[in-house]
């Protein structure tokens, strides 16, 4: 009987598809690389964050795969490459072909001699934890992700819509008693929110004014007047009102977590500079007028506040209560005025506040380009000025806002009044004292003892330090938190939706991003080693050509060929092992191991697959020392 030989189709798969698994491999490293700049802040974000257990699950059934078409490509090209070996004069010892059995299927063999052992062991090692590094690889990671896009409204001051008049009406000098009706608060979730800075946040302006000066040169902390849960870090320089008032708009990206994000606001830098040299007109006058309210027996003196300021065309008086005229008591009181473009504060005091007596200060106003970083993370607010503007057009075309922040100012000296305690006089003092303070620690550094209190000290503290440096840090820190408050109800109180503008925003978002770069350009790298070696070795053998049928890793075909020559390979166990037994079949024996065996090649013609015979029985005795190992 004849038959026809066919090749195997399942043999020319097992000859591609290592090419195929280490092609695409490389192609998931590749695209890894590609995404490393791509991250997730929506839905995808947030479902991975919500579900580690299934997360990890997924990440460790995707990373295994990957890993086992890595073993599945270098056990398949080490198998092709030994099995050619096989053909023509080779010789190995059925150890050799143990050995390669152990590296193909990856076991530990302790039958094997110690370096062997040894070797399969590192082998099994790699093998079993080089799916971590595509773990590594595909991990979701977190980080984070900057977007641009506009949606954040910022308050402009060009036209005069309701909610601007009903903010500044009470806020004209003179015109407190007709305006007060129009200042109206909100102390709802986003705050307390008063459309007239001055007086409903009087209280909270001169507390940052007594506190405007750092004692070591840090950069102040101070709450947003309006909402204090967020902080200030420096200078408000009067913008970043839209924080914890505004929601941001614009952001398609559902359920994104926003970090921090910057924008830029147009705003006013303001700078006090304040001099004594004895020349202000405006004064306190005693009137040597008191009143007694009847059956009571309190006694309250009634002093006038009167004069010019340099930059005014007309008088500006207030009376001034008090019932404290002894010891180291006195008043203080100021006005202020933003007449004529200019703007000024003149400061009238007795007794104990005599060193601020006559002050005046100059307060320039200089458009400028703000910068406003918000962190979610510690709820603060960082404004740092960028760039000088030609002019206010843009945010204050008709000077409301600078022209009221300075009539409120004034107001605010006049508000503050109490008849036994001096409100406005010791916030200045109490800063005063810390910017003392601060000069002993320009001297001494951190050896200077902060803990030592000169508020009361009036000996060291009057005669020792100049006022004004605390004085200018004073007015420039009331100055920004009524501006502050001018954009906060600008923001708030809207009638008919004027009064705001939009700014760009850069945010800062929690992403995640899949893998490590270190893990992911050691998979590439990886992968690329093996497809070289893959590619060296199919075309240095011609994709394998005329390897042989049989493998030494199918139990099937190891029997079939064994069998096919007889029992040779049988009868050479039995002969060289120990005299007087006979083989078992155990593993550890040394005898055996050592048996030479040669593989006859599938012959059709003589109707015959691959066999597995003695090498001595080929033509004569061969034994040329060769045993085939590739390792």
Aim: glycine share 10%.
């Amino acid at each position: 009987m004849s038959f026809k030989y066919k090749s195997s189709r399942r043999g020319n798969a097992r000859k591609i598809g290592p090419i195929i698994a280490i092609l695409f491999t490389t192609l998931i490293s590749v695209l890894l690389v590609w995404q490393r700049s791509q991250t997730s802040i929506g839905k995808f974000r947030n479902t991975v964050l919500n579900n580690p257990g299934t997360t990890s699950f997924l990440k460790q059934l995707v990373a295994g795969l990957l890993g086992a078409l890595w073993v599945y490509v270098a056990g398949s090209v080490f198998n092709l490459t030994t099995r050619l070996r096989l053909e023509g004069d080779r010789t190995p010892t059925l150890q050799t072909l143990n050995v390669w059995v152990a590296l193909g299927v990856q076991r530990i063999d302790f039958t094997l001699p110690v370096y062997y052992t040894v070797l399969t062991t590192i082998v099994l090692l790699a093998g079993h934890s080089i799916g971590a590094l595509w773990a590594g690889a595909i991990s979701p990671f977190p980080t984070t992700s900057d977007i641009s896009w506009t949606g954040m409204s910022v308050p402009i001051f060009n036209e005069n819509p309701p909610s601007m008049a009903a903010e500044f009406a009470s806020q004209a000098l003179g015109g407190y008693n007709d305006g007060e009706q129009n200042c109206l608060t909100d102390n709802g979730k986003s705050g307390f929110i008063p459309t007239c800075p001055v007086p409903g946040l009087q209280s909270l302006i001169l507390s940052s004014a007594s506190l405007a000066t750092t004692w070591n040169n840090d950069s102040r902390k101070h709450a947003k007047n309006d909402n204090p849960v967020w902080t200030y870090v420096g200078r408000s320089y009067g913008v970043g009102s839209s924080q914890g008032l505004i929601d941001l708009t614009g952001l398609e990206n559902e359920g994104a977590e926003v970090l921090a994000y910057n924008y830029s606001e147009p705003g006013y830098l303001t700078s006090s500079t304040c001099t004594n040299n004895g020349s202000g007109e405006f004064l306190l006058y005693d009137n040597q007028n008191t009143v007694s309210p009847e059956g009571s027996n309190l006694t309250i003196n009634i002093f006038s506040a009167y004069g010019y300021l340099p930059n005014s065309d007309q008088p500006i008086g207030f009376p001034v209560l008090t019932t404290n005229l002894t010891g180291t008591e006195g008043l203080l009181t100021w006005a202020a005025s933003g007449d004529n473009g200019q703007n000024m504060l003149s400061i009238a005091a007795t007794d104990y506040y005599a060193r601020y007596n006559s002050t005046i200060c100059t307060i320039t106003w200089t458009p400028t380009m703000f910068n406003v970083a918000v962190n979610f993370t510690n709820q603060t607010i960082y404004v740092e000025p960028q760039y000088s503007l030609p002019d206010a057009t843009s945010f204050d075309s008709n000077e409301y806002l600078r022209t009221n922040t300075m009539a409120s100012l004034g107001l605010l000296a006049q508000t503050s009044a109490s008849m036994s305690y001096a409100t406005l006089g010791q916030s200045l003092v109490n800063n005063w004292a810390t910017y003392y303070e601060y000069t002993q620690f320009l001297l001494y550094g951190d050896g200077f003892n902060t803990n030592v209190s000169f508020t009361n000290n009036a000996t060291v503290l009057f005669n020792s330090t100049d006022p004004l440096p605390a004085l200018e840090d004073s007015i420039d820190a009331m100055i920004d938190d009524i501006i502050v408050g001018f954009g906060a109800a600008q923001l708030h109180w809207q009638f008919g939706g004027n009064g705001t503008g939009y700014a760009g925003l850069v945010g800062q978002f929690s992403a995640i991003r899949l893998g490590l770069d270190k893990y992911i350009f050691l998979t590439l790298a990886i992968n690329i080693a093996i497809l070289i070696i893959a590619i060296e070795e199919a075309i240095r053998t011609r994709n394998w050509h005329n390897i042989s049928l049989f493998d030494y890793l199918d139990v099937k075909s190891v029997i079939v060929a064994a069998s096919t020559a007889g029992t040779a390979v049988a009868d050479e166990a039995h002969r060289i092992h120990k005299p007087g037994t006979i083989w078992e079949g155990d593993g550890v024996g040394k005898a055996a191991a050592s048996i030479r065996v040669k593989v006859l090649k599938d012959d059709p013609d003589q109707e015959r697959g691959p066999m597995i015979v003695l090498a001595s029985d080929q033509k004569g005795e061969h034994d040329d020392g060769k045993t085939g190992l590739l390792v």
